[in-house]
């Protein structure tokens, strides 16, 4: 089958790839689960627009308000993202388009990254790594984990991956989420009641973000938070950079209110050349990296399969990962 083979596909692949992988790989793995669907990868803007005018299943990264001006039979659009601030949703809502999203995709490997860095400044790897670069053969103080207090602020797919991660290592851990009620894996679950979370932060050694970023979670890192936490804590961020205020975490770096920070994102981001967050030797910075998975496209089209057969044997079923309506 070639990549414009009908003229009304099945299904709608949108051009842009993720995490440097080609999207034809994506394409490739919807096919390979659906293989008596028509699928078909747009490679030019001009494709793409001549394509979806009538396609009424779609699957992208992104999908702006000028394509989506041209998409008159768009039923469902399957957003290759877990987030999906970035797409114009009023417009989606207003048009009774079904939106999903890649909700799940990354838990297993984000769940590693998090782990990877808590054990980093538990171990004080960064240490060891600066003597060795200096070829200094001398002790320094570590930390252990077991015992430690983790915080965990969203309990989504991403929020109990790490959960699930930490189980083994004898930690307490702490969930953060918009509903308490619904409880979760942690040993305990509050929601963003300030003083709750205040009470949370004095007693927490691991700061743990992966929630979303709304209006309660904007800046919900912030100078009072760097007061109050534990000056031993360590603060690792791979939600969103805004969840942070980027000028208080410098000053708590600077002031020692805080052991350090793994950031995966930034405010602003990419962060400039010239930011001071890059000279802090505590600080451990990836370029919005903790996402990369050699598996996103399998995971990813399994949820997009899956919806595909739902919507075939009953269009108005509820999909895998819906967020809307």
Partial sequence: MTDAETETPDVLVLRNGTHGMPVEQYAAAIR???????????????????????????????????????????????????????????????????????????????????LGAILRFARCFHVGARQQRRREWRHYKAHELQGSTVTIVGLGAIGQAVCERLEPFGVETIGVRYSPEKGGPTDEVLGFDGEAFDETLARTDYLVLACPLTETTRGLVDHEAFVTIDPDAVLINIARGPVVDTDALVDALRSNWIRGASLDVTDPEPLPEDHPLWTFENVQITPHNAGHTPKYYERLADIVAENVRRVADDPSATLENQVMP
């Fill in 32 to 114: 390979e689960r659906l293989p008596n669907t028509t699928v078909e990868l747009a490679r030019t803007p001009a494709q793409e627009r001549a394509a979806i005018e009538n396609a009424r299943f779609v699957t992208g990264m992104t999908l702006d308000e000028d394509l989506l001006s041209a998409a008159a039979n768009l039923e469902v659009f399957a957003c290759a993202y877990a987030g999906t601030g970035h797409l114009p949703l009023d417009t989606l809502e207003q048009r009774h388009v079904t939106v999903t999203n890649a909700s799940g995709v990354h838990g297993p490997n984000i769940g590693e990254h998090v």
